[in-house]
């Protein structure tokens, strides 16, 4: 879900959903209005993406260039991310109106990178203004990926930093645990010597910490949070950071409180 650019003034609000058609699983991004009794007045703004039970993609986010950008995984059809005819394993960048931006790297395409598997994360660098995505990687393999337009992440060819170079490298690779990265939030504090981004850890039950410079390269990193279970997504909204709990999803084990929304307010981090 994502909160339209112009929401005090027309209400719209973005769902990226899932559903079936001719027994083919497909999602779609709609806008809505939203009023006193929800949300209303559907309009399909893109349709038909490629979905499966996993590898499904579906993060939404506005830039800060007011663009709508959408994850898509691979629909369990490794191939698709290497195809820019196909909208899976991507990131797509459109108009909040469904229109295709005339700056986008492909000619009247949504597709703005390529070449992932499963992305679930999207944030802004605060210094750079480059844009962070997370992915989750065959067994392990995760990555933190810096998402420059028209650039190709390698899935399936390659994976971390195994590849030739013209496949972006990850910012960071994680090969030695599952993390299985959602969710992204950057602290954007000023007077920093460094940019701290948050990743909501699933199977890693945890938010990492990962600090980046100035140019948006990796420095060091830090687990945090490692007693809620798996963790959906993180977000950073007026001073403080609200993390979201997923242990009713299937996979997870439930506690008494599951699952939960917590505000956590940050406090200048421990930096050498």
């Not at 006193?36 to 830039?63: C, Q, V």
């Not at 844009?131 to 650039?151: F, M, V």
């Not at 084990?253 to 917590?262: L, Q, R, V």
Request: with cysteine.
């Amino acid at each position: 879900m994502a909160i339209g650019p112009e929401y005090e003034d027309n209400k719209h609000l973005f769902l990226y959903y899932t559903y079936r058609e001719s027994n083919r699983i497909l999602n779609r991004v709609s806008r809505f209005t939203l009023g006193e009794n929800g949300p209303t007045d559907e309009t399909i703004i893109l349709n038909a993406i490629p979905g499966s039970r996993f590898h499904n993609g579906g993060r939404l986010k506005f830039g800060p260039d007011d663009k709508l950008y959408i994850t898509t995984g691979d629909a369990q059809e490794p191939s698709l991310s290497q195809d820019i005819d196909s909208l899976a394993g991507k990131i797509l960048r459109i108009n909040p109106d469904g229109t295709v931006p005339e700056d986008n790297p492909f000619e009247n395409s949504p597709v703005f990178a390529y070449g992932l598997r499963n992305p679930q994360g999207l944030s802004w660098h605060p210094i750079s203004g480059e844009l962070y995505a997370s992915d989750h990687g065959p067994n392990s393999q995760d990555e933190i990926n810096r998402i420059l337009p028209g650039k190709n992440y390698g899935w399936p060819l390659v994976t971390c930093q195994d590849g030739d170079t013209i496949y972006e490298d990850p910012v960071s690779c994680y090969s030695e645990f599952t993390l299985a990265p959602s969710g992204l939030a950057f602290l954007p504090w000023e007077n920093l010597n460094v940019s701290p981004l948050y990743i909501a850890g699933l199977r890693g039950n945890m938010i990492m910490r990962i600090d980046l410079d100035d140019m948006g390269d990796f420095i060091r990193q830090e687990a945090l949070f490692r007693d809620f279970g798996r963790i959906r997504t993180i977000v950073y909204h007026e001073g403080s950071f609200y993390v979201a709990t997923n242990n009713r999803d299937g996979r997870g084990t439930p506690g008494e409180n599951d699952d939960m929304i917590i505000k956590v307010t940050p406090q200048l981090p421990a930096l050498e």
